[in-house]
């Protein structure tokens, strides 16, 4: 069993800044392929980024490229979200999510946190 617990949401100008947390819990987290995806009002849950468990090969939503960066440390059994330049489309709630499968999609998500929002203002 693995328990994610998300924070760092809040309200922000556009063009400003958020650095998301996650924190883990479980005894093989560290094994676990992590990552973020967020959810506005009336649309799906969707990607926008993950990590390997080693840190390695990150990957992002294109409409995030160049401004999020997601991060882990295993010794802390964290992962973090890093935004950069937000933009009002930018608004939702973001979810931490872990897999132990190759690849990160809302079908083979693990474990869910309960989620933080994010919000943006123009």
């Known amino acids: 069993q693995v328990q994610l617990v998300e924070s760092g949401g809040g309200l922000v100008q556009a063009g400003g800044s958020l650095r998301l947390s996650c924190a883990a819990s479980?005894?093989?987290?560290?094994?676990?392929?992590m990552g973020w995806f967020r959810q506005a009002p009336g649309n799906e849950r969707a990607f926008v980024a993950a990590?390997?468990?080693?840190?390695?090969?990150?990957d992002y939503v294109d409409s995030v490229k160049g401004r999020f960066t997601i991060s882990r440390d295993n010794a802390k059994n964290a992962v973090y979200l890093q935004m950069d330049s937000l933009k009002p489309e930018d608004t939702a709630v973001y979810y931490c999510?872990?897999?132990?499968?190759?690849?990160?999609?809302?079908?083979?998500?693990?474990?869910w946190g309960q989620g933080t929002q994010v919000t943006v203002s123009s």
């Open positions: 990590i390997t468990w080693g840190g390695r090969s990150p």
């Open positions: 999510a872990s897999t132990r499968g190759p690849t990160m999609r809302y079908e083979t998500v693990d474990y």
């Open positions: 479980g005894r093989t987290v560290g094994t676990y392929n």
